[in-house]
Protein backbone atom coordinates (compact mmCIF):
# COMPACT_ATOMS: atom_id res chain seq x y z
CA UNK A 1 0.00 0.00 0.00
CA UNK A 2 2.60 2.41 0.83
CA UNK A 3 4.08 2.36 -3.01
CA UNK A 4 0.61 3.07 -4.42
CA UNK A 5 -1.41 4.56 -1.95
CA UNK A 6 1.08 7.64 -1.14
CA UNK A 7 1.36 9.16 -4.53
CA UNK A 8 1.56 12.73 -4.25
CA UNK A 9 1.29 15.65 -6.16
CA UNK A 10 5.21 15.68 -6.45
CA UNK A 11 5.68 11.85 -7.50
CA UNK A 12 2.70 12.26 -9.76
CA UNK A 13 4.71 15.28 -11.49
CA UNK A 14 7.18 13.33 -13.43
CA UNK A 15 3.60 10.92 -14.89
CA UNK A 16 1.89 14.40 -16.37
CA UNK A 17 3.23 14.74 -19.40
CA UNK A 18 0.24 16.20 -20.77
CA UNK A 19 -0.43 18.67 -18.16
CA UNK A 20 1.17 22.27 -17.93
CA UNK A 21 4.56 23.09 -16.89
CA UNK A 22 3.44 23.51 -12.72
CA UNK A 23 3.30 19.47 -12.89
CA UNK A 24 6.84 18.70 -13.63
CA UNK A 25 8.17 19.31 -10.42
CA UNK A 26 7.07 20.12 -7.04
CA UNK A 27 7.21 22.84 -4.44
CA UNK A 28 6.00 22.16 -0.79
CA UNK A 29 4.31 25.15 -0.73
CA UNK A 30 2.19 24.13 -4.10
CA UNK A 31 3.26 27.71 -5.39
CA UNK A 32 3.10 26.19 -8.68
CA UNK A 33 -0.90 25.41 -8.89
CA UNK A 34 -1.63 29.25 -9.94
CA UNK A 35 -5.28 28.81 -11.15
CA UNK A 36 -7.99 26.28 -10.97
CA UNK A 37 -7.07 25.53 -14.35
CA UNK A 38 -4.29 24.02 -13.57
CA UNK A 39 -5.89 21.55 -11.53
CA UNK A 40 -8.35 21.14 -14.67
CA UNK A 41 -5.58 19.82 -15.75
CA UNK A 42 -4.42 17.78 -13.83
CA UNK A 43 -7.77 16.05 -13.55
CA UNK A 44 -8.03 15.18 -16.92
CA UNK A 45 -4.60 14.15 -17.43
CA UNK A 46 -4.17 12.06 -14.28
CA UNK A 47 -7.12 11.11 -12.79
CA UNK A 48 -9.41 10.36 -15.52
CA UNK A 49 -8.59 6.71 -17.36
CA UNK A 50 -7.05 6.40 -20.61
CA UNK A 51 -8.97 6.21 -23.90
CA UNK A 52 -7.16 4.28 -26.24
CA UNK A 53 -7.59 2.37 -29.79
CA UNK A 54 -5.92 -1.31 -29.60
CA UNK A 55 -7.12 -2.49 -32.31
CA UNK A 56 -4.21 -5.15 -32.90
CA UNK A 57 -2.56 -4.91 -29.53
CA UNK A 58 -3.05 -7.72 -26.98
CA UNK A 59 -3.13 -7.59 -23.56
CA UNK A 60 0.74 -9.03 -23.53
CA UNK A 61 1.54 -5.30 -25.66
CA UNK A 62 0.88 -3.10 -23.09
CA UNK A 63 -1.00 -4.01 -20.40
CA UNK A 64 -0.95 -0.89 -18.35
CA UNK A 65 -3.07 0.82 -20.65
CA UNK A 66 -6.28 -1.83 -20.31
CA UNK A 67 -8.81 -1.75 -16.81
CA UNK A 68 -9.73 -5.05 -15.21
CA UNK A 69 -10.36 -6.55 -18.87
CA UNK A 70 -10.47 -10.25 -16.94
CA UNK A 71 -14.12 -9.15 -15.79
CA UNK A 72 -15.22 -9.49 -19.55
CA UNK A 73 -14.05 -12.98 -19.48
CA UNK A 74 -14.67 -14.63 -15.82
CA UNK A 75 -18.60 -14.20 -16.03
CA UNK A 76 -20.65 -16.26 -18.70
CA UNK A 77 -20.41 -14.12 -21.79
CA UNK A 78 -17.26 -15.54 -23.30
CA UNK A 79 -15.89 -18.96 -23.82
CA UNK A 80 -12.66 -20.29 -25.41
CA UNK A 81 -13.37 -21.80 -29.10
CA UNK A 82 -12.84 -25.55 -29.29
CA UNK A 83 -14.76 -27.26 -31.72
CA UNK A 84 -13.37 -25.60 -34.46
CA UNK A 85 -10.63 -26.23 -37.20
CA UNK A 86 -9.66 -22.71 -38.18
CA UNK A 87 -5.94 -21.72 -37.48
CA UNK A 88 -5.80 -19.85 -34.58
CA UNK A 89 -4.65 -16.37 -34.34
CA UNK A 90 -2.44 -16.88 -30.99
CA UNK A 91 -4.44 -17.11 -28.08
CA UNK A 92 -2.48 -14.85 -26.10
CA UNK A 93 -5.01 -13.01 -24.15
CA UNK A 94 -6.32 -16.46 -23.00
CA UNK A 95 -2.47 -17.11 -22.50
CA UNK A 96 -1.97 -14.07 -20.25
CA UNK A 97 -5.22 -13.65 -18.02
CA UNK A 98 -5.80 -17.75 -17.65
CA UNK A 99 -5.24 -17.25 -13.73
CA UNK A 100 -8.27 -14.63 -13.53
CA UNK A 101 -10.63 -16.56 -15.96
CA UNK A 102 -10.62 -19.93 -14.79
CA UNK A 103 -10.26 -18.38 -10.91
CA UNK A 104 -6.79 -19.47 -10.28
CA UNK A 105 -5.63 -18.91 -6.42
CA UNK A 106 -2.73 -17.55 -7.84
CA UNK A 107 -4.30 -15.02 -10.78
CA UNK A 108 -1.10 -13.95 -12.21
CA UNK A 109 0.34 -17.27 -13.48
CA UNK A 110 -0.72 -18.93 -16.52
CA UNK A 111 -1.48 -22.83 -17.28
CA UNK A 112 2.58 -23.22 -17.21
CA UNK A 113 2.74 -21.64 -13.96
CA UNK A 114 4.76 -18.50 -14.97
CA UNK A 115 4.32 -15.37 -14.18
CA UNK A 116 2.39 -13.06 -16.97
CA UNK A 117 0.04 -10.93 -15.58
CA UNK A 118 0.90 -7.89 -12.92
CA UNK A 119 -2.05 -8.59 -10.43
CA UNK A 120 -1.00 -5.37 -8.50
CA UNK A 121 -1.77 -3.27 -11.70
CA UNK A 122 -5.07 -2.11 -11.51
CA UNK A 123 -5.15 -1.67 -7.38
CA UNK A 124 -2.04 0.55 -8.22
CA UNK A 125 -3.64 2.42 -10.70
CA UNK A 126 -7.01 2.84 -9.20
CA UNK A 127 -5.44 4.26 -6.02
CA UNK A 128 -2.95 6.37 -8.04
CA UNK A 129 -6.29 8.47 -9.64
CA UNK A 130 -8.13 8.59 -5.91
CA UNK A 131 -4.98 10.15 -4.71
CA UNK A 132 -5.10 12.86 -7.89
CA UNK A 133 -9.18 13.44 -6.51
CA UNK A 134 -8.02 13.75 -3.17
CA UNK A 135 -5.03 16.38 -4.44
CA UNK A 136 -7.54 18.02 -6.26
CA UNK A 137 -10.30 18.44 -3.30
CA UNK A 138 -7.93 19.39 -1.48
CA UNK A 139 -6.54 22.42 -3.08
CA UNK A 140 -9.66 23.75 -5.46
CA UNK A 141 -11.18 25.82 -2.70
CA UNK A 142 -8.25 27.86 -2.12
CA UNK A 143 -8.42 28.87 -5.97
CA UNK A 144 -9.44 32.34 -6.69
CA UNK A 145 -12.95 32.28 -8.32
CA UNK A 146 -14.44 36.04 -9.10
CA UNK A 147 -17.00 35.67 -11.61
CA UNK A 148 -20.19 33.16 -11.63
CA UNK A 149 -18.46 31.60 -14.80
CA UNK A 150 -14.91 30.82 -12.49
CA UNK A 151 -17.53 30.02 -9.32
CA UNK A 152 -18.94 27.51 -12.06
CA UNK A 153 -15.90 25.90 -13.17
CA UNK A 154 -14.99 25.36 -9.79
CA UNK A 155 -17.84 23.65 -9.05
CA UNK A 156 -17.67 20.93 -11.60
CA UNK A 157 -13.94 20.27 -11.36
CA UNK A 158 -14.75 19.77 -7.87
CA UNK A 159 -18.23 17.55 -8.81
CA UNK A 160 -15.95 15.61 -11.23
CA UNK A 161 -13.30 14.65 -9.25
CA UNK A 162 -16.01 13.69 -6.12
CA UNK A 163 -17.42 11.52 -8.92
CA UNK A 164 -14.29 9.68 -9.85
CA UNK A 165 -12.98 9.09 -6.32
CA UNK A 166 -16.74 7.76 -6.31
CA UNK A 167 -16.72 5.90 -9.01
CA UNK A 168 -12.96 4.33 -8.38
CA UNK A 169 -14.04 2.99 -4.41
CA UNK A 170 -17.22 1.37 -6.05
CA UNK A 171 -15.07 -0.44 -8.29
CA UNK A 172 -12.45 -1.27 -6.20
CA UNK A 173 -15.22 -2.84 -3.55
CA UNK A 174 -16.45 -4.98 -6.62
CA UNK A 175 -13.32 -6.09 -7.35
CA UNK A 176 -11.44 -6.89 -3.65
CA UNK A 177 -14.26 -6.86 -1.57
CA UNK A 178 -17.40 -8.83 -1.16
CA UNK A 179 -20.84 -8.46 -2.76
CA UNK A 180 -22.99 -6.29 -0.92
CA UNK A 181 -24.68 -8.13 1.32
CA UNK A 182 -26.78 -6.01 4.10
CA UNK A 183 -26.75 -8.39 6.99
CA UNK A 184 -22.82 -8.51 6.69
CA UNK A 185 -21.72 -5.46 4.65
CA UNK A 186 -21.05 -4.21 8.34
CA UNK A 187 -18.12 -7.14 8.72
CA UNK A 188 -17.35 -7.84 5.54
CA UNK A 189 -14.29 -6.67 4.09
CA UNK A 190 -13.60 -4.51 1.16
CA UNK A 191 -10.29 -2.51 0.41
CA UNK A 192 -8.53 0.57 2.70
CA UNK A 193 -10.28 3.83 2.73
CA UNK A 194 -7.29 6.75 1.93
CA UNK A 195 -9.38 10.45 1.29
CA UNK A 196 -5.85 12.55 2.24
CA UNK A 197 -3.50 13.75 -0.01
CA UNK A 198 -1.16 13.45 2.39
CA UNK A 199 2.25 11.14 2.62
CA UNK A 200 0.98 9.14 5.36
CA UNK A 201 3.50 6.76 7.31
CA UNK A 202 1.37 4.00 8.66
CA UNK A 203 -0.16 0.58 7.87
CA UNK A 204 -3.67 0.91 5.96
CA UNK A 205 -6.34 -1.72 7.04
CA UNK A 206 -9.22 -2.82 4.95
CA UNK A 207 -12.39 -0.80 5.49
CA UNK A 208 -15.60 -3.06 5.57
CA UNK A 209 -18.21 -3.07 3.23
CA UNK A 210 -20.49 -0.98 4.56
CA UNK A 211 -17.38 1.40 5.05
CA UNK A 212 -16.58 2.23 1.61
CA UNK A 213 -20.13 2.15 -0.18
CA UNK A 214 -21.41 5.18 2.42
CA UNK A 215 -18.02 6.69 1.54
CA UNK A 216 -19.07 6.19 -2.47
CA UNK A 217 -22.85 7.50 -1.58
CA UNK A 218 -20.82 10.46 -0.01
CA UNK A 219 -19.36 11.59 -2.66
CA UNK A 220 -21.62 10.99 -5.94
CA UNK A 221 -24.22 12.96 -3.81
CA UNK A 222 -21.60 15.97 -3.29
CA UNK A 223 -21.15 15.44 -7.15
CA UNK A 224 -24.60 15.23 -7.90
CA UNK A 225 -24.74 18.74 -5.94
CA UNK A 226 -21.51 20.26 -7.62
CA UNK A 227 -22.87 19.12 -10.96
CA UNK A 228 -26.49 20.02 -10.94
CA UNK A 229 -25.98 23.48 -12.71
CA UNK A 230 -23.14 22.44 -14.97
CA UNK A 231 -23.94 22.55 -18.93
CA UNK A 232 -22.92 18.91 -19.93
CA UNK A 233 -21.09 19.67 -22.74
CA UNK A 234 -18.95 15.99 -23.53
CA UNK A 235 -19.63 12.21 -23.08
CA UNK A 236 -15.58 12.55 -21.50
CA UNK A 237 -16.16 14.41 -18.68
CA UNK A 238 -18.40 13.02 -15.91
CA UNK A 239 -21.48 15.88 -15.86
CA UNK A 240 -24.91 15.23 -13.77
CA UNK A 241 -26.46 12.49 -15.89
CA UNK A 242 -23.64 10.41 -15.23
CA UNK A 243 -23.49 11.03 -11.48
CA UNK A 244 -27.25 10.56 -11.31
CA UNK A 245 -27.42 7.56 -12.78
CA UNK A 246 -24.02 5.85 -10.90
CA UNK A 247 -26.43 6.46 -7.75
CA UNK A 248 -29.03 4.77 -9.11
CA UNK A 249 -26.43 1.53 -10.15
CA UNK A 250 -24.78 1.66 -6.50
CA UNK A 251 -28.08 1.44 -4.36
CA UNK A 252 -29.20 -1.05 -6.70
CA UNK A 253 -26.01 -3.47 -5.40
CA UNK A 254 -27.38 -2.14 -1.91
CA UNK A 255 -30.76 -3.64 -2.50
CA UNK A 256 -31.79 -0.17 -1.93
CA UNK A 257 -34.51 -0.14 -4.01
CA UNK A 258 -36.41 3.36 -2.75
CA UNK A 259 -32.60 5.30 -3.76
CA UNK A 260 -32.16 3.17 -6.71
CA UNK A 261 -35.43 3.90 -8.36
CA UNK A 262 -35.47 8.14 -7.24
CA UNK A 263 -32.25 8.02 -9.47
CA UNK A 264 -33.00 5.94 -12.69
CA UNK A 265 -36.18 8.22 -12.75
CA UNK A 266 -33.82 10.79 -12.77
CA UNK A 267 -31.62 9.90 -15.39
CA UNK A 268 -34.59 8.69 -17.61
CA UNK A 269 -35.55 11.95 -17.32
CA UNK A 270 -32.20 13.68 -18.30
CA UNK A 271 -31.68 11.48 -21.33
CA UNK A 272 -34.56 8.95 -22.14
CA UNK A 273 -33.05 8.32 -25.67
CA UNK A 274 -33.28 4.68 -26.93
CA UNK A 275 -32.02 3.94 -30.31
CA UNK A 276 -34.86 2.06 -32.24
CA UNK A 277 -33.00 -0.81 -33.77
CA UNK A 278 -35.31 -1.09 -36.28
CA UNK A 279 -34.23 2.58 -38.00
CA UNK A 280 -30.56 1.28 -37.46
CA UNK A 281 -28.03 0.88 -40.70
CA UNK A 282 -25.60 -1.32 -39.29
CA UNK A 283 -23.54 -1.78 -42.36
CA UNK A 284 -22.64 2.13 -41.55
CA UNK A 285 -22.99 3.28 -37.93
CA UNK A 286 -21.63 2.25 -34.64
CA UNK A 287 -23.85 1.06 -32.30
CA UNK A 288 -21.75 2.39 -29.82
CA UNK A 289 -19.28 5.71 -29.97
CA UNK A 290 -18.78 8.70 -28.42
CA UNK A 291 -21.31 10.23 -30.37
CA UNK A 292 -24.04 7.31 -30.56
CA UNK A 293 -27.15 8.87 -28.55
CA UNK A 294 -27.19 6.28 -26.08
CA UNK A 295 -24.07 6.90 -24.51
CA UNK A 296 -23.48 9.29 -21.12
CA UNK A 297 -20.77 9.22 -20.13
CA UNK A 298 -17.10 6.91 -21.39
CA UNK A 299 -13.48 6.42 -19.80
CA UNK A 300 -11.22 4.01 -20.48
CA UNK A 301 -10.07 1.21 -22.93
CA UNK A 302 -11.72 -0.67 -25.27
CA UNK A 303 -9.97 -3.52 -26.10
CA UNK A 304 -12.34 -6.46 -27.01
CA UNK A 305 -12.31 -6.34 -30.46
CA UNK A 306 -8.34 -7.53 -30.19
CA UNK A 307 -9.01 -9.82 -28.35
CA UNK A 308 -12.26 -11.57 -28.69
CA UNK A 309 -10.79 -13.49 -32.15
CA UNK A 310 -13.18 -16.15 -32.79
CA UNK A 311 -10.01 -18.52 -33.90
CA UNK A 312 -9.57 -21.85 -31.82
CA UNK A 313 -7.97 -21.29 -28.91
CA UNK A 314 -9.19 -17.69 -28.76
CA UNK A 315 -12.05 -16.17 -26.81
CA UNK A 316 -15.40 -16.18 -28.57
CA UNK A 317 -19.19 -14.66 -27.81
CA UNK A 318 -20.48 -17.65 -25.68
CA UNK A 319 -23.10 -19.94 -26.56
CA UNK A 320 -24.98 -19.47 -23.75
CA UNK A 321 -25.14 -15.96 -24.24
CA UNK A 322 -25.90 -16.10 -27.59
CA UNK A 323 -29.16 -18.18 -27.14
CA UNK A 324 -30.69 -15.88 -24.85
CA UNK A 325 -31.85 -13.79 -27.54
CA UNK A 326 -34.98 -14.14 -29.58
CA UNK A 327 -35.23 -15.07 -32.78
CA UNK A 328 -36.86 -11.66 -33.56
CA UNK A 329 -34.02 -9.68 -31.39
CA UNK A 330 -32.31 -7.20 -33.50
CA UNK A 331 -29.51 -7.13 -30.87
CA UNK A 332 -28.48 -10.75 -32.12
CA UNK A 333 -27.15 -9.60 -35.37
CA UNK A 334 -25.91 -5.98 -34.18
CA UNK A 335 -24.21 -7.05 -30.88
CA UNK A 336 -21.95 -9.96 -32.44
CA UNK A 337 -20.39 -10.91 -35.62
CA UNK A 338 -17.93 -13.45 -37.69
CA UNK A 339 -15.00 -12.49 -38.30
CA UNK A 340 -14.90 -11.74 -42.21
CA UNK A 341 -18.02 -13.38 -41.84
CA UNK A 342 -16.50 -17.09 -42.46
CA UNK A 343 -18.65 -19.63 -40.74
CA UNK A 344 -15.64 -21.53 -39.27
CA UNK A 345 -14.96 -18.90 -36.87
CA UNK A 346 -16.58 -17.97 -33.96
CA UNK A 347 -19.00 -15.02 -32.77
CA UNK A 348 -17.03 -11.95 -32.25
CA UNK A 349 -17.74 -8.72 -30.87
CA UNK A 350 -19.85 -6.12 -32.97
CA UNK A 351 -21.12 -3.29 -31.25
CA UNK A 352 -18.61 -0.78 -32.19
CA UNK A 353 -17.88 -1.16 -36.01
CA UNK A 354 -14.59 -2.76 -37.34
CA UNK A 355 -13.22 -1.06 -40.55
CA UNK A 356 -9.79 -0.24 -41.79
CA UNK A 357 -10.52 2.98 -41.60
CA UNK A 358 -10.93 3.77 -37.97
CA UNK A 359 -7.85 2.39 -36.22
CA UNK A 360 -7.11 5.75 -34.60
CA UNK A 361 -10.41 6.37 -33.53
CA UNK A 362 -11.22 6.58 -29.61
CA UNK A 363 -13.85 3.69 -28.78
CA UNK A 364 -15.81 3.73 -25.81
CA UNK A 365 -14.94 2.18 -22.95
CA UNK A 366 -15.86 -1.60 -22.85
CA UNK A 367 -15.95 -1.33 -18.97
CA UNK A 368 -16.72 1.95 -17.85
CA UNK A 369 -19.79 3.37 -20.20
CA UNK A 370 -22.88 4.88 -18.79
CA UNK A 371 -25.98 5.26 -21.46
CA UNK A 372 -29.26 5.66 -20.87
CA UNK A 373 -29.88 2.03 -21.43
CA UNK A 374 -29.31 1.27 -18.38
CA UNK A 375 -30.97 3.87 -16.58
CA UNK A 376 -34.37 1.95 -18.09
CA UNK A 377 -32.91 -1.28 -16.47
CA UNK A 378 -32.18 0.04 -13.30
CA UNK A 379 -35.54 1.99 -13.15
CA UNK A 380 -37.22 -1.29 -13.95
CA UNK A 381 -35.54 -3.74 -11.54
CA UNK A 382 -35.62 -1.36 -8.62
CA UNK A 383 -39.39 -1.17 -9.07
CA UNK A 384 -39.97 -4.88 -9.58
CA UNK A 385 -37.77 -5.52 -6.63
CA UNK A 386 -40.25 -2.84 -4.75
CA UNK A 387 -43.33 -4.87 -6.27
CA UNK A 388 -47.32 -3.58 -5.41
CA UNK A 389 -47.67 -0.43 -7.01
CA UNK A 390 -44.60 -0.38 -8.40
CA UNK A 391 -45.17 -2.99 -10.72
CA UNK A 392 -46.20 -0.91 -13.63
CA UNK A 393 -43.23 1.32 -13.71
CA UNK A 394 -41.33 -1.38 -13.91
CA UNK A 395 -43.51 -3.43 -16.77
CA UNK A 396 -43.36 -0.05 -18.80
CA UNK A 397 -39.63 0.26 -18.67
CA UNK A 398 -38.81 -3.05 -19.24
CA UNK A 399 -41.16 -2.82 -22.39
CA UNK A 400 -40.01 0.51 -23.43
CA UNK A 401 -36.78 -0.71 -24.07
CA UNK A 402 -37.51 -3.95 -25.81
CA UNK A 403 -39.63 -1.69 -28.08
CA UNK A 404 -36.75 -0.58 -29.46
CA UNK A 405 -34.40 -3.78 -29.40
CA UNK A 406 -37.28 -6.12 -31.16
CA UNK A 407 -38.23 -5.98 -34.62
CA UNK A 408 -41.64 -4.13 -35.83
CA UNK A 409 -44.46 -5.62 -34.53
CA UNK A 410 -43.37 -6.29 -30.68
CA UNK A 411 -46.55 -7.10 -28.49
CA UNK A 412 -45.70 -5.64 -24.78
CA UNK A 413 -45.47 -7.90 -21.96
CA UNK A 414 -47.97 -7.82 -19.74
CA UNK A 415 -48.86 -9.14 -16.34
CA UNK A 416 -45.48 -10.12 -14.97
CA UNK A 417 -44.84 -9.40 -11.18
CA UNK A 418 -42.01 -10.30 -8.32
CA UNK A 419 -39.42 -13.00 -9.23
CA UNK A 420 -40.97 -13.24 -12.61
CA UNK A 421 -40.40 -10.13 -13.18
CA UNK A 422 -37.59 -9.12 -11.51
CA UNK A 423 -35.86 -12.48 -13.10
CA UNK A 424 -37.07 -11.40 -16.47
CA UNK A 425 -35.61 -8.07 -16.35
CA UNK A 426 -31.89 -9.12 -15.18
CA UNK A 427 -32.25 -11.21 -18.33
CA UNK A 428 -33.11 -8.42 -19.97
CA UNK A 429 -29.90 -6.30 -18.65
CA UNK A 430 -27.65 -9.03 -19.56
CA UNK A 431 -28.74 -9.17 -23.07
CA UNK A 432 -28.76 -5.12 -23.23
CA UNK A 433 -25.54 -4.40 -21.53
CA UNK A 434 -23.73 -7.45 -22.52
CA UNK A 435 -19.87 -7.06 -22.93
CA UNK A 436 -19.85 -3.66 -21.27
CA UNK A 437 -18.18 -4.25 -17.45
CA UNK A 438 -21.61 -5.25 -15.52
CA UNK A 439 -22.05 -9.03 -16.38
CA UNK A 440 -19.36 -10.58 -13.30
CA UNK A 441 -20.52 -7.74 -10.89
CA UNK A 442 -24.16 -8.36 -11.17
CA UNK A 443 -23.83 -12.33 -10.98
CA UNK A 444 -21.95 -11.06 -7.58
CA UNK A 445 -24.83 -9.08 -6.51
CA UNK A 446 -27.71 -11.64 -7.25
CA UNK A 447 -26.13 -14.53 -5.04
CA UNK A 448 -26.28 -12.28 -1.87
CA UNK A 449 -29.81 -10.60 -2.78
CA UNK A 450 -32.23 -10.93 -0.17
CA UNK A 451 -35.21 -11.43 -1.95
CA UNK A 452 -34.67 -12.57 -5.23
CA UNK A 453 -31.60 -14.33 -4.85
CA UNK A 454 -29.74 -16.04 -8.11
CA UNK A 455 -27.24 -18.45 -8.54
CA UNK A 456 -25.24 -19.77 -10.80
CA UNK A 457 -22.34 -22.07 -11.54
CA UNK A 458 -19.81 -21.08 -14.09
CA UNK A 459 -17.68 -23.27 -16.17
CA UNK A 460 -14.73 -22.23 -18.34
CA UNK A 461 -12.61 -23.99 -21.03
CA UNK A 462 -8.73 -23.86 -21.75
CA UNK A 463 -7.12 -24.76 -24.60
CA UNK A 464 -3.18 -24.97 -25.19
CA UNK A 465 -2.10 -24.91 -28.62
CA UNK A 466 0.82 -25.28 -30.96
CA UNK A 467 1.22 -24.51 -34.28
CA UNK A 468 1.99 -28.06 -36.44
CA UNK A 469 4.36 -27.38 -39.77
CA UNK A 470 2.86 -30.94 -40.90
CA UNK A 471 -0.39 -29.62 -40.89
CA UNK A 472 0.13 -25.71 -41.02
CA UNK A 473 -2.13 -25.42 -38.50
CA UNK A 474 -3.10 -24.64 -34.76
CA UNK A 475 -3.43 -28.01 -32.81
CA UNK A 476 -4.29 -28.92 -29.70
CA UNK A 477 -1.90 -29.84 -27.10
CA UNK A 478 -3.63 -30.12 -23.50
CA UNK A 479 -6.98 -28.84 -22.15
CA UNK A 480 -8.89 -28.04 -19.29
CA UNK A 481 -12.59 -27.36 -17.86
CA UNK A 482 -12.80 -25.05 -14.99
CA UNK A 483 -16.14 -24.41 -12.63
CA UNK A 484 -16.86 -21.84 -9.98
CA UNK A 485 -19.71 -22.42 -8.08
CA UNK A 486 -21.82 -20.09 -6.23
CA UNK A 487 -20.59 -18.28 -2.99
CA UNK A 488 -17.06 -19.83 -3.98
CA UNK A 489 -14.03 -17.26 -2.60
CA UNK A 490 -13.09 -17.12 -6.13
CA UNK A 491 -15.70 -14.44 -6.36
CA UNK A 492 -13.69 -12.12 -4.69
CA UNK A 493 -10.20 -11.21 -6.33
CA UNK A 494 -7.05 -11.72 -4.22
CA UNK A 495 -5.58 -8.66 -2.31
CA UNK A 496 -2.20 -7.86 -4.74
CA UNK A 497 0.44 -9.72 -2.23
CA UNK A 498 2.70 -6.25 -2.93
CA UNK A 499 0.35 -4.67 -1.08
CA UNK A 500 0.62 -7.33 1.80
CA UNK A 501 3.85 -7.19 1.72
CA UNK A 502 3.99 -3.33 2.49
CA UNK A 503 1.36 -3.69 5.34
CA UNK A 504 1.59 -6.03 7.43
CA UNK A 505 -1.23 -7.76 9.07
CA UNK A 506 -4.15 -6.83 6.41
CA UNK A 507 -6.04 -9.54 5.89
CA UNK A 508 -6.29 -11.24 2.18
CA UNK A 509 -9.39 -12.32 0.44
CA UNK A 510 -8.30 -16.67 0.75
CA UNK A 511 -8.99 -18.96 -2.71
CA UNK A 512 -7.66 -22.23 -2.39
CA UNK A 513 -6.31 -23.98 -5.81
CA UNK A 514 -8.68 -25.29 -8.44
CA UNK A 515 -7.69 -27.79 -10.74
CA UNK A 516 -9.55 -28.90 -14.01
CA UNK A 517 -12.67 -31.30 -13.63
CA UNK A 518 -11.32 -32.51 -17.06
CA UNK A 519 -8.25 -32.68 -18.43
CA UNK A 520 -6.23 -33.71 -21.75
CA UNK A 521 -2.85 -33.62 -22.79
CA UNK A 522 -1.89 -34.93 -26.50
Known amino acids: MRSSLYVCIGIVACFCAACSDFLKEYSPDKSYVRSYSDLDELLVGEAYMKCNNPIYMGYQSSPETFYWPYI ?26 FGYYTWQEDVARNFDGDICWDDSQDWETLYKFINITNTVLSLIDEQEAMTNEDKREVSRIKGEAYFLRGAYYFTLANLYGK ?32 EVYEQVISDLLAAEEYLKDVPEESVVRAGHTATCLLLSRVYLYMQNYEEALKWARISV ?24 PEVIFSMGTSALKANVLGGQGDWVI ?8 AGNDLRKSIFFCRKYNIPTYGLIY ?15 S ?49 GLSGKILVDSIREERRREL ?22 KTLTNNYLEVEFSFATFQYEVTASGLYQLPPHDPAWTLPIPQSELDANYGMQDNVRGPRESIETSTN
Open 434 to 455: CLEGHRWFDLRRYMVNEDFPYE
Open 350 to 364: GKTYYSDNNYLAPLV
Open 269 to 292: DKKDVLVNLNEFDKESEDFLSLEA
Open 72 to 97: HYMADETEIMTNSVASASGQLGPVYL
Open 179 to 210: PYAPATATTDLAVPLKLSEFVEDKVYERASVR
Open 366 to 414: DNFLMRSAEAYLNLAESAACLGGEYTAEALDAYNELRRNRFEKGYTDVT
Open 318 to 325: SDDLYKSY
